[in-house]
T-cell receptor, first 116, second 118 residues
Framework: DSGVTQTPKHLITATGQRVTLRCSPR?????VYWYQQSLDQGLQFLIQ???????AKGNILERFSAQQFPDLHSELNLSSLELGDSALYFC???????????????FGPGTRLLVL | AQTVTQSQPEMSVQEAETVTLSCTYD???????LFWYKQPPSRQMILVIR??????QNATENRFSVNFQKAAKSFSLKISDSQLGDTAMYFC???????????????FGAGTRLTVKP
């Protein structure tokens, strides 16, 4: 158990809908990262938040957005869903220091999204 | 942009034997970290081993060790005494180390599917 929790574990929805995925980082971790794992694109970095602020953006679609709350949990919002958004969405967290292993990312169990 | 290449889509090894998974990367950065993650059938991403680029000594974690060749930009994973529980997808990952220490997104290779045979 990495200490990172994600809810829900599974999500089935229809095209055009909007869903919210939730992540709670490990105790003491300030950074949260979101990744998408799909069959054709592999593991792709989406976005990083550090202590409530956006720090890095990867291949995140405009239909997707995220935020990190004062208690450090994060939510990833996916809207106008398409069939191609079906994937496993991971959240990871790290302390995000500059040395001593604090930048190592620990992954949650993932949320499996199926868009029908 | 950093890229990570895993040239072996699938590999197999007999239980108790040794196997090496390859990874190469491309970067102009000098300070970075490299990781191997394991993803078993449960789909959980599990950290196997990490290597800091500034360290010349290869990292070791029990049966897992790496061969880090910085000049060649190569980072292979050696699994000794392979066990059935090692059957998984293995991902090599690169992370540059930002000066502020809080912009540390990882780039992953496509993965190598390892099967340990009894």
């Amino acid at each position: 158990d990495s200490g990172v929790t994600q809810t829900p574990k599974h999500l089935i929805t229809a095209t055009g809908q909007r869903v919210t995925l939730r992540c709670s980082p490990r105790s003491g971790d300030l950074s949260v990262y979101w990744y998408q794992q799909s069959l054709d694109q592999g593991l792709q970095f989406l976005i990083q938040y550090y202590n409530g602020e956006e720090r890095a953006k990867g291949n995140i679609l405009e239909r997707f957005s995220a935020q990190q709350f004062p208690d450090l949990h994060s939510e990833l919002n996916l809207s106008s869903l398409e069939l191609g958004d079906s994937a496993l969405y991971f959240c990871a967290s790290s302390v995000s220091g500059t040395s001593g292993g604090q930048e190592t990312q620990y992954f949650g169990p993932g949320t499996r999204l199926l868009v029908l | 942009a950093q890229t990570v290449t895993q040239s072996q889509p699938e590999m197999s090894v007999q239980e108790a034997e040794t196997v090496t998974l390859s990874c190469t990367y491309d970067t102009s950065e000098n300070n970075y970290y490299l990781f191997w993650y394991k993803q078993p059938p449960s789909r959980q991403m599990i950290l196997v081993i990490r290597q800091e680029a500034y360290k010349q000594q290869n990292a070791t974690e029990n049966r897992f060790s790496v061969n880090f060749q910085k000049a060649a930009k190569s980072f292979s994973l050696k699994i000794s005494d392979s066990q059935l529980g090692d059957t998984a997808m293995y991902f090599c990952a690169f992370m540059k180390l930002s000066r502020r220490g809080n912009n540390n997104d990882m780039r992953f290779g496509a993965g190598t599917r390892l099967t340990v045979k009894p």
